[in-house]
Each structure stands twice: as C-alpha cells, then as structure tokens.
C-alpha cells in the first residue's frame, strides 16, 4: 500500500475540474452565493469515494477466484484502453439541469470519477505484491484474515484518497469562485482531460511491465 500514491492522486483527482469542482462553482455562481458552492462539495467527494470503493471492492472480490498476475493485466489493459478512449472523446456524463440536491450531485459525481476511470487508478497502489498473496493463498485457515486485512486497507485507501481529493477540490473550487471566475476554463479542462488519459495509459504500463 503506498499512502503517498493515495494522497497524491487524490490531490491530482481534486484538482481536475472534470472531476467536481467546475460544476460546485457552476452552481455557486448560478445561485448568487458561495453556499452554493460550500454545499455542493460534500456530495461530489462522496460520489467520488463510491466510484473509487466500488472498483477496489470489485478488484478484492476478483482476486479471489482470478491469479493476481492475470488481475494485474485485466487492470492494465482496463486502464490503457479508457485512457486512450478519453484521448479520443471529452464528453462528460451529463443529467438534468443545475436545479440538483445532494442526491443528484453525488450520482452525478459517481459517474464522472467512473468516467474519468479514477478507481481503475488508484486500484494498482493498492494490490497486493503477488509473492504475499501467493504465500497466503495455500492455507485456507489464512485466506480471511489475509482479505480482512486487504479489505481495511483498502477502506483506508479509499478515505485517505478521497480527503485529499476533498481538500484540494475545496481549494480549487473557491479560489476559482473569488478570484478567477469562469473564463478560459474551457481550455484548462480540456488540458487536464489530455493529461489525465495519459495518465492512465501511463499507469497501465507501469502496471504491465512491474
């Protein structure tokens, strides 16, 4: 597990206005007030954090019955392949209008960090090193307590992850608000959607050739 990575990429998460923090000044801005703003932040971490958990939930679960080596390349070809379909498409999910609750907010959170593949991200900082899962794997008397210990550290992982991405998209955002605004938003987005699907692709090779 490295903590380092979880802190990092939730930062990076946190700072990508495809992730959040463009739409929590969207709407401070519609509604004339930075409650706005305030108010939109906690459902937009939670979704993210539901997106992030599930994969790693998904990934546990796999690696029960999948060898971590064919994981590790089911993961990199998972993470290749929406990198380079983000190369060629910048859509974002999109429902509804701006009138949105915390419901709304956090669904449509949990579909652009889907989107965006950030789950698919962080998972190759938080398996397992095959040599440990492989010495585990023999005795079935140490298989639960083996995953009991990858399940809360992947909780951990999750919650350390998604305050960073918290604090930093909190510092974004009301910047933003106060001092920039919304202009030339537009190309900053579309910077930080280039660097982010190479991000992903990037990771999916260091996945394949560790």
């Known amino acids: 597990m490295d903590w380092h990575a979880m802190v990092f990429l939730g930062a990076y998460h946190g700072i990508n206005p495809g992730m959040g923090w463009l739409f929590a000044v969207a ?18 971490a939670l979704g993210h ?15 029960l019955v999948i060898p971590l080596d064919a994981l590790q390349i089911l993961v990199a070809s998972i993470l290749i392949l929406l990198g380079l379909y983000r190369l060629r498409r910048h859509r974002h999910p999109r429902f509804g209008g701006m009138q949105v609750g915390f419901r709304d907010l ?9 989107a965006h593949g950030a789950g698919f991200m962080v998972l190759p900082f938080v398996m397992p090193v095959p040599d440990a899962a492989s010495a585990a794997s023999p ?9 009991s210990s990858i399940a809360a550290a992947d909780a951990m992982a999750v919650v350390i992850h998604t305050l960073a991405y918290l604090v930093v998209m909190t ?9 920039l605004g919304l202009r030339l938003l537009r190309t900053a987005w579309i910077n930080m959607d280039g660097v982010w699907a190479g991000a992903l692709v990037l990771a999916g090779l260091v996945v394949l050739l560790k």
């Open 27 to 44: 709407l401070g801005m519609q509604q004339g007030s930075a409650r706005g703003v305030w108010r939109a932040l906690p459902p937009i």
């Open 49 to 63: 954090a539901v997106s992030v958990g599930v994969v790693l939930a998904a990934a546990a679960v796999a690696g």
């Open 106 to 114: 956090t669904v449509w959170s949990f579909l652009m960090a889907s």
């Open 139 to 147: 005795h079935h008397a140490h298989m639960v307590p083996a995953h």
């Open 171 to 179: 510092l974004a955002a009301w910047l933003v608000y106060r001092k």
